[in-house]
C-alpha cells in the first residue's frame, strides 16, 4: 500500500460545478500537508496549505482530518483553467525528527469541460 | 527570474554514462530538495538538504545516485552508470525554513 493514495481519476465537470478530490495517508506522525498543481508537462505548483483548521483561498478550501488520516480539496465554480493534474503531499512523520523528507501522491486529473 | 533554475532542461544519454544535474535554488532559500518523476506518478523523494547539510535520502537511492550542495547555494545531482530505469524528469525544489517548496522545470533524462 502507498503512503499516500490519490483518486486517479480523470474527474470531467461541467463549468460551474463543484468538485473534490481526497487523499489518504499512512503515517500518522506526519506533520505538514499541502496540495499542489501540475499542468501537463510543467513543474508542481503550491496551490495551498493544508490545516485541521480548514483553510479556504478563494474557490478552494483544503481541509485535514487527523483522525482519519486524509486531506480534501473543494473546487468551488469551477473554471476551464482548473483542469490539471492536483497532488497532495505529505511531510514528515519519520523516525528522524526532521521534517524534510515529503511524499507526493500520484494525482488525481481534473478536465472542466464548457 | 528569481525562480529554482534547472540545467540542463533536456538530456539524452548513453546506458553506462554518467550524468550531471544541477539546481539554482531561489536566492536565499535554505532548504533544497530533489525528485524524480515519471509519467502518471507523483514526484518521488529523493534527498533534502538543509544549507549544505544532506538531512534525508531515500532508501529507493541507490549508490549510483549522489547529491551535494557545497556551500548551501547551487546543487547538483549525479547518477553514474546510468540505466535506463533512471530515464525521467529530475525535479528540484526550495524553501525558506518551511515546508512549502517551488519547484523548478526540471531536467528531463533519457537513457538510450
Known amino acids: 500500500r502507498k503512503e499516500v493514495e490519490q483518486d486517479p481519476g480523470p474527474f470531467n465537470v461541467p463549468e460551474g460545478a463543484t468538485v473534490a478530490f481526497n487523499c489518504t495517508y499512512s503515517?500518522?506522525?506526519?506533520?505538514?500537508f499541502f496540495w499542489y498543481r501540475q499542468d501537463c508537462r510543467k513543474e508542481p505548483k503550491l496551490l495551498m496549505s493544508?490545516?485541521?483548521s480548514g483553510n479556504e483561498d478563494g474557490r478552494f478550501t483544503a481541509q485535514l482530518n487527523r483522525a482519519s488520516q486524509y486531506i480534501s480539496l473543494l473546487i468551488r465554480d469551477s473554471k476551464l483553467s482548473d483542469s490539471a493534474t492536483y497532488l497532495c503531499?505529505?511531510?514528515?512523520?519519520?523516525?528522524?525528527?526532521?521534517?524534510?523528507?515529503?511524499?507526493f501522491g500520484d494525482g488525481t486529473t481534473l478536465t472542466v469541460k464548457p | 527570474d528569481t525562480g529554482v533554475s534547472q540545467n540542463p532542461r533536456h538530456k539524452i544519454t548513453k546506458r553506462g554514462q554518467n550524468v550531471t544535474f544541477r539546481c539554482d535554488p531561489i536566492?536565499?532559500?535554505?532548504?533544497l530538495y530533489w525528485y524524480r518523476q515519471t509519467l502518471g506518478q507523483g514526484p518521488e523523494f529523493l534527498t533534502y538538504?538543509?544549507?549544505?547539510?544532506?538531512?534525508?535520502k531515500s532508501r529507493l537511492l541507490s549508490d549510483r545516485f549522489s547529491a551535494e550542495r557545497p556551500k548551501g547555494s547551487f546543487s547538483t545531482l549525479e547518477i553514474q552508470r546510468t540505466e535506463q530505469g533512471d530515464s525521467a524528469m529530475y525535479l528540484c525544489?526550495?524553501?525558506?525554513?518551511?515546508?512549502?517548496?517551488?519547484f523548478g522545470q526540471g531536467t528531463r533524462l533519457t537513457v538510450v
Open positions: 525544489a526550495s524553501s525558506l525554513f518551511g515546508p512549502e517548496a517551488f
Open positions: 503515517n500518522s506522525a506526519s506533520q505538514s
Open positions: 493544508v490545516y485541521s
Open positions: 503531499v505529505v511531510i514528515g512523520g519519520g523516525i528522524n525528527t526532521n521534517a524534510g523528507k515529503s511524499t
Open positions: 536566492s536565499e532559500h535554505n532548504r
Open positions: 538538504f538543509q544549507n549544505e547539510a544532506q538531512l534525508e
